[in-house]
């Protein structure tokens, strides 16, 4: 949470590179983003499917 108030860019970079796994990876499926700090949740939450 110290980190998003410092700089809100950290969670979009966290978002980018929990999607980018699945590239980095070759794992077949997608990830979404349900929650995020920057909306003001407590944290954040990624759904992960796998085909």
């Known amino acids: 949470m110290s980190e998003t108030s410092a700089s809100p860019i950290f969670c979009l ?13 070759s794992l077949k499926g997608n990830v979404e983003q349900n929650k995020c700090i ?8 990624f759904d992960f499917k796998l085909f």
């Open 38 to 45: 920057l909306d003001g949740n407590k944290d954040c939450s």
């Open 13 to 25: 970079i966290c978002r980018a590179i929990v999607i980018r796994s699945f590239t980095w990876t």
